[in-house]
């Protein structure tokens, strides 16, 4: 695995490095820009182990300027002996890794980059691995990843692959998190995989993806219609997280014999959306984020909130994730009652809900919670009929999909103060627009879509996403998904 990532600016002037001493493990130091191009002062930082390892692992890094175009990364991980590495500047956009010299087995597990092939062969000469950054606007909106050479046996891949290096994009990974969540160690040996940190206009996709071989996207942040898919002649894998992705054309994939695999859901972020959902009604309950950042300035009790108990919860959908709302709002002393297209009142009744009517739900409800699949009929679900019989101090919470909510109705109903307040983790475009409505009204709280977004679903994803590949390279691919089962629409 390279051991150098650069990710975007935190500052004018700054770079923040990630070192990879070890498997899942970072270690994060900042290194100053000068004006000129040269390196500037050390900044150094303790090692962190990732969520889920067992054993943190910690140490330190420094960054030692050389020259305006080399420097040294000095690693001190704990209970491990010291490392240096050594990187010289190609150009803008490029550092070339130039260690050179041997150190022991037991030192970083950098082997194909510090130790000759097994027999006392002489280290071939050169550049051992390199890290592009491709920028739209200035420093890296993606970042690519080359495999390197592997010298010896032991370090193998148990999957061994012929003819050229794949080509795999990762899209929208906002947090640069898909390559810590996993073991990617196989599939770098023999593929090359670049990370698309921030959206990508569908007017420019097809010329950004046009060169891979497989794409890889995040639950379904980047839509990927027939057009796109007849626009990408070289692909021929989309690895897919969540068991569908509905902005998909699976049918036009298909017909292009464009492999889709799925990812499963079986550990507790299924639940994390529901969580959520409970989180902003709490919020907009006790008016916490206001007060927390009255308490920043200086502030001191600015509002008066409301308990939930005796209060009625109405769920707008009752599958996995609104039944998931039923026993914590039981627990608050909140009545519950629920509405959908193909709801029964047995089926009601068994989840712990009463079914209702949709106007009645509406007109009854202090808290409307939509757990609703975005489709053609649940499109615009939520109307200015159904916000205009919601209580003046009722709540609305949508973590489901932003298009159930007709937009510009729930923002004159917020600005008018016709009912008391919002709480929205999805919208009709996201990431929201800068100058959007929604964003100057105090009685919103946003999210940026954050439902899934936590460590449990990224560990799990992106571990059937690397076995997914590597079965499909070795020609028995796994997790396919059926089109009709995906429901796309074209």
Known sequence: MPVLKFVNPIGVGTWETTAWPIPNVSQTTTVQSR????????????????????????????????????????????????????????????????????????????????????????????????????????????????????????????????????????????????????????????????????????????????????????????????????????????????KYHRTLDARAAAERNICITYTESLGTDHRSTSELAWGLILALARHIPTEAEAMRKGGWQNSVGITLAGRTLGLVGLGRQGSYMVPTARALGMEVIAWSPNLTAEKAAQKGARRVEKEELFARSDVVSLHLVLSERSRGIVGAAELGLMKPTALLVNTARGPIVDEPSLVAALKEKRIAGAGLDVY???????????????????????????????????????????AYRSGRPIRVLDPDRNASSP
Not at 434 to 456: F, K, Q
């Open 428 to 470: 009709d475009v996201e990431p929201l627009p800068d100058d959007h409505p929604l964003r100057t009204l105090p009685n919103a709280i946003l999210m940026p879509h954050l439902g899934y977004n936590v460590w449990e679903f990224f560990q799990t994803a992106f571990g059937d996403v690397v076995a997914n590949i590597l």
């Open 35 to 242: 004006p000129d191009g040269s390196f500037g002062r050390v900044v150094t930082t303790t090692g962190r182990g990732m969520p889920g390892i067992a054993e943190a692992i910690s140490g330190t890094c420094i960054v030692q300027a050389v020259t305006a175009d080399r420097f040294t990364l000095e690693m001190t991980p704990q209970h491990r002996p010291p490392a240096t590495a050594s990187y010289r500047r190609v150009d803008e956009e490029t550092l070339t890794d130039t260690t050179s010299g041997t150190r022991s087995r037991r030192a970083v597990r950098r082997r194909a980059l510090i130790r000759p092939p097994r027999g006392g062969g002489r280290r071939p000469a050169g550049p051992r691995a390199q890290v592009e950054f491709r920028g739209v606007e200035g420093w890296p909106r993606a970042i690519a990843f080359h495999p390197r050479r592997r010298n010896s046996a032991a370090s193998r891949p148990r999957h061994v692959f012929h003819g050229p290096p794949m080509k795999i994009a990762i899209l929208d990974d906002y947090q640069n998190v898909a390559l810590q969540a996993a073991d990617w160690s196989e599939v770098l040996a023999s593929a090359e995989v670049t990370v698309f940190d921030r959206p990508i206009p569908m007017a420019e996709a097809a010329g950004a993806l046009a060169p891979f071989d497989a794409i890889c996207t995040i639950r379904e942040r980047m839509p990927i219609p027939r057009a796109l898919l007849e626009a990408l002649p070289n692909l021929k894998l989309v690895c897919i997280t969540g």
